[in-house]
């Protein structure tokens, strides 16, 4: 029996058998280089071209915008790299205070390299405001970097109005949407996205396997130069991860995201367990437009840490933010761009995933409850 409650799905999800199971094949007998010429390859390569159809249908895309790459933070960084590249007499960026790491990191080398980057600021709810977006805009801005969905608070991006922004002015739009696939329909094309990244281990595919679409007619530079991918993206194929995230994306196209509604249900009833039976509780985020798995909720006079590593004394896993932050401690540049005083009181960050039950709940909920009112007691 697995004991285990794991509620840390927007850090990664575990992979799913009949994923593995796709894969599995890749690594063992079918092991052929997709670019070789003899018969043997040809079902490797065919099995690419599958992954390839299934993951552009999912973005309403077209199979030759796809480009797989080993992460969503490789992804990231090659759009805007290249969005750099395309536009050389252009020096300005307009991103948000509440982005990845990828991307946080990305901007800060542009800006030691001279360039200029505008972080729109957030209200208390994680929020951006469109008119500062569009007052941002300078002759010389070469790309809008918005996420569609925050890792942290769960928040929801006007992306469809962000596109028409950009595209109006003329200007590249990258949106990274690492969170948002498979929770939030998708469409490149009505949303007027220019290039988007994906990651595998966040949709119950392995980690190390990512996407990055760029629209048709991009000019695109590639960050490793290569035949694969179209001459856009070079090493050899990492077949069976390939395989893997395109599995995923036909099971989402197969759900029809019916699988969600069950996810946002547990979620609410979860959120409702907690206010009821915990004293002095606070969510954090846009409660009305956010992901239908993603709770950030803090227990007045709590650090987020201290309950995480109790709880995992019982095998519950929750995060605290960024999986990438979560070691170093650091106060989650997400909550501070709220304005959120994290002196006294810091957030857990609760992330479902479509393994958790309403059994794992309820337990959940009742040894939160003890831990909340136990550290209290120690204070
Ligand atoms: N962007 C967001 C919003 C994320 O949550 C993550 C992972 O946590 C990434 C990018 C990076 O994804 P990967 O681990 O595939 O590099």
Redesign the pocket.
Known sequence: MNLKIYLDN??TTKCDEEILNAMLPYLKENFGNPSSLYSFSKEVKDKVTEARKNVAKLLNAKESEIIFTS????S?MSAIMNAVKNNPTKKHIITTKVE?A??METMKYFEIQGYEITYLSSDNKGRIDLTELKNSIKKDTLLICV?M???EIGNLYPINEIGEIARENQILFHC?A??AVGKVKIDVQDMKIDTL?L????IYAP?GI?VLYVKKGISFTPLIFGHQENNRRGGTENVPYIIGIGKAAEMIIKDDYKSVEKLEMLRNQMEVKIQNGIEDVYFYGDLKNRLPNTTNVAFKGLKGEELLFVLENYEIYVGIG???NSKNAEPSHVLKAMGIDLSNSSPIRISLGKYNTEEEIDKFVATLSRVVKMLRRRK
Do not use: R, T, Y
Request: charged residues 15%; glycine residues 8%.
């Open positions: 927007n850090a992460c969503a933070s490789e990231n990845h990828s991307i996420m969905a925050n890792n990274d690492v969170q990244s990651s595998g281990h966040k980690k990512g960024s999986a990438c």
